[in-house]
């Protein structure tokens, strides 16, 4: 009896394909693979699959309890985990893709870049017109940093931040387990601790609980004046409101925000007109860099012949955890 696996992505090459197709035979899968203007045939055939390769909570609603495995191709699942009531199966496995940290990193360079530079300054004296050119600037190299999260994303940018000199990188993550990217790893549990020494603080936390509005009014109010803040996990967790109050009275340096709560930002949000800041439409990870679509294909066709052989999946989340 055949197995089936229903692809639904929109990114995807022909060599793409061609990757799962290969995988899909030598498992001994029966490869479907649709674009996303194909939402009633990726349905239609889902109903015999026992595997789902997609980012579509509307998709997966349609599954029947026979799926098995759901492979998420984003790397943020909170909608999944927040909404038991998408799997039919409450046993189905669900993995996702940790390989934004490439294009991630890079973004956060630029944009710790932009602020310890005064970007957001110098765009606003270049559009009235002006030429002053004395802002004193600061570098990565012999700064400090202070990253909240060591996952894939955390890592990432601490490596890229090192070998552009930093003089000291801190990690925060809930265990705070040693890893080597970091000098130190600290538990979340002593966030209060750190934060009065942090002069940039970069955010790739996910969305859970416990996360969310890690960074409130009490904690940003912690954080020297010469601190920046950059965020690239979700926008839940900082609390939006004294945050713009810190950048508009001079008590926080600046920000670079590219999540916000909620996305899209409305029109009216005065987080727009903050002072010395950076906001991007959740652009850091994506599906823009070919590098990371040729990883994300990759690491799925690697954990389906994981799945095929019983083996476990380098992806698992937790559901329960959210992550």
Known sequence: MSRHLCVYLEFLTEAHK???????????????IFTL?????????????????????????????????????????????????LFANPDCLMTNSNVYGVTIAEHVVMVTLMLLRRMPEYIEIVRNHGWSNQL????????????????????????????????????????GKPHPAFDQVRPISDL????????ILIMGLPSTPETFHILNRERIALLP????????????????????EALNSGKLA?????????????????????RNIILTPHVSGNMTLGYTCDKNVELFCADLRNYAAGRPLAGLVDRSRGY
């Open 254 to 274: 600046g920000a670079a925000l590219d999540v916000m709560d909620p996305e899209p930002l409305p029109k009216d949000d005065p987080l727009w007109d903050a």
């Open 192 to 199: 209060d601790t750190v934060l009065p020494q942090t002069r």
């Open 225 to 244: 004046a010469d601190a920046y803040v950059i965020n690239v996990g979700r926008g839940t967790a900082i609390e939006q409101k004294p945050l713009i």
């Open 37 to 85: 203007d194909q939402f009633e045939e990726a349905k239609a055939c889902l109903q015999d699959c026992e595997v789902l390769y997609a980012h579509s909570p509307e998709l997966l609603r349609t599954a029947p309890a026979s799926l098995k495995w759901y492979c998420c191709s984003f790397a943020g699942v909170d909608p999944y985990c927040k909404d038991p009531t």
């Open 18 to 32: 061609e990757q799962i197709r290969q995988a899909a035979t030598d498992t001994g899968f029966v490869p479907h």
């Open 136 to 175: 004193a600037v600061r570098s990565i190299r012999d700064n400090e940093f202070t990253i909240l999260g060591t996952g894939n994303i955390g890592v990432n940018v601490a490596e890229r931040l090192r070998g552009m000199g930093a003089a000291r990188i801190l990690g925060l993550s809930r265990s």
